[in-house]
């Protein structure tokens, strides 16, 4: 028998392979470079920050902006009926609100015909909205996959899981000012031209919400004329369609 020879790939076939590994690398390097997130948030918006380290924990960069997200909303192209605390673009598409990481994921291995994705609003449950100060509380939500006209249908829908306590109608979303308790806060951001105020807030019982930093839509926005950074400040607060509305607010009595 005689004894086998090394293989020795022609010349031709070599560079082939060649051109092939390297052809991968630099599909590597740009499947790295599309899941480099940009996020324009509220620099004072505590759970816009928990949603950052969210997608860093899934493999995603993040590269973020601390200047609102109000300007790059309107830029992307997202409706903002389907607004929420933090925008984000990723990959060709524009991300907004608590969305989670395995469906950016699923977004971007997919690649649908679309805008993006939403979650409106900021619903407790979501990614950046469940620490543990909400004790297990989760709202159902719709990750919604938006089409350029601005039209949207659900790419994934999250159950609820709520305490016995909503359920027994703690949670209020009327804007009765008569029926809504006060909550306290120290004003840390204003942003007149959005109509929106950045709160490091205490607990808002009427929302089963423990304190945390957040930002809010003013129902009168006139209301921010009166207000300074750093001021302390009573408020009342509801819950329409997800999103969060300030709807008196004015300086505390010390």
């Not at 499947?31 to 940009?38: K, P």
């Not at 291995?109 to 900021?122: C, F, H, I, N």
């Not at 159902?140 to 909503?166: E, I, T």
């Not at 839509?217 to 969060?244: D, I, S, T």
């Amino acid at each position: 028998m005689k004894n086998a020879q090394p293989t020795t790939l022609p010349r031709r076939q070599w560079l082939a392979a060649a051109a092939v590994l390297a052809l991968t690398g630099f599909e590597r390097t740009a499947m790295a470079q599309a899941t480099t997130v940009q996020v324009w948030k509220d620099p004072n918006c505590g759970c816009c920050q928990l949603w950052v380290e969210h997608l860093q924990a899934n493999g995603f960069k993040v590269d973020v902006r601390d200047v609102g997200n109000t300007a790059a909303r309107k830029r992307l192209g997202m409706p903002e009926s389907l607004g929420s605390c933090h925008t984000a673009s990723v990959g060709g598409y524009v991300i907004e609100g608590h969305v989670p990481a395995a469906d950016i994921h699923r977004l971007l291995k997919t690649r649908p015909l679309a805008l993006g994705l939403s979650v409106p609003g900021m619903p407790i449950g979501s990614p950046g909205m469940d620490g543990p100060e909400y004790k297990g509380r989760k709202d159902a939500y719709d990750v919604l996959l938006v089409q350029k006209d601005g039209s949207s249908k659900s790419f994934q829908h999250y159950p609820g899981l709520r305490r016995m306590a909503q359920r027994e109608g703690l949670q209020r979303v009327s804007d009765d000012a008569a029926a809504l308790p006060w909550a306290t806060a120290e004003v840390r951001r204003i942003d007149k031209a959005a109509g929106k105020v950045a709160l490091k807030h205490g607990e808002i019982k009427n929302l089963d919400m423990p304190p945390m930093s957040m930002v809010f839509q003013v129902k009168n926005p006139v209301q921010l004329n009166a207000l300074q950074v750093g001021q302390k400040v009573r408020f009342q607060a509801v819950q329409e369609n997800g999103a969060y509305w300030v709807v008196q607010i004015e300086a505390a009595v010390l």
